[in-house]
C-alpha cells in the first residue's frame, strides 16, 4: 500500500504523519478516513478548492489533471506548479509526500 507523507500543517496535522491507503484511494478520503481534518466544502464533488494539496513528492504518480480540476485550481490559494485537489488525485502504488496549504478559500466558512 502506498504511503502518504503529510508535511506539518499547524491546525491539521502540527507533528506531520505518515499514513497508508490503497492505491485507487483520492488523497482526501485517505486524510479524513485517518482523522485528520482536510476541509472538503464540496463533499469531495471537484466543486471548489478546499482540499488543495500540494505534492511535494510522488506528483508524476497521481496522474493528470482533467480540465475542471486545473481550472478549479486557478482559484486556489498557494497555487503551485505541483497543486492537486486532493479530492482528485487518486494514489497510485507510489509514495507521496504532501503539504496542506495553510489557507484555504472557503467562502462559505468566510460567511461571504
Not at 471537484?46 to 497521481?62: D, E
Not at 485537489?85 to 502504488?93: E, H, I, K, R
Request: hydrophobic residues 40%; glycine residues 6%.
Amino acid at each position: 500500500m502506498p504511503v502518504i507523507r503529510i508535511l506539518p500543517h499547524a491546525e491539521l496535522c502540527p507533528q506531520g504523519d505518515e499514513i497508508e491507503a490503497p492505491a485507487g484511494t483520492s488523497i482526501c478520503e485517505a486524510l479524513v478516513e485517518n482523522g485528520i481534518a482536510i476541509e472538503h466544502a464540496c463533499e469531495m464533488s471537484a466543486a471548489c478548492t478546499t482540499c488543495h494539496v500540494v505534492v511535494k513528492q510522488g506528483f508524476n504518480s497521481l496522474g493528470e489533471l482533467d480540465e475542471i480540476e486545473e481550472d478549479l485550481l486557478d482559484k486556489a490559494w498557494g497555487l503551485t506548479p505541483t497543486s492537486r485537489l486532493s479530492c482528485q488525485a487518486m494514489l497510485s502504488n507510489e509514495d507521496v509526500t504532501i503539504e496542506i496549504p495553510k489557507y484555504t478559500i472557503n467562502h462559505a466558512r468566510e460567511n461571504h
